[in-house]
């Protein structure tokens, strides 16, 4: 319920100043402000082929259930080095999968939480 709400004062904040812009319009401008940060594989993984996940370092991807399976979007696998945008809540998706998806719906796919609020 907050989601939506906070979905909702996103809209209602674009049409500030007369202009009304569309949702898709909305959801390009959060999908461009997103946070990007890049997938790297960990040592053990490269080398020996075993393990699964993301390091945080250099503000990689972390080890969270979701990020070591890859976008929940396009069902595609993370690969070392990809680009990814995170939304607030931390929620992490490949930049132009995230990017159509917030111009049907400003709520994170995985937990419905605003794209457009404030970092958790």
Known sequence: LLAGAAAGAARRAAR?????RTDEEVGAEVAASLAIVRFREPASRI???????GSADDGGAGEEEEERD???????AWEDGDKLSRLP??????PPCIAEWLKRSLLCPMCRASAAGPPR
């Open 70 to 76: 890859g976008c929940s979007i396009c069902i595609c």
């Open 89 to 94: 809540c931390r929620h992490l998706f490949h």
């Open 47 to 53: 080398v020996a082929g075993a393990g699964t996940g």
């Open 16 to 20: 500030a100043g007369g202009a009304m």
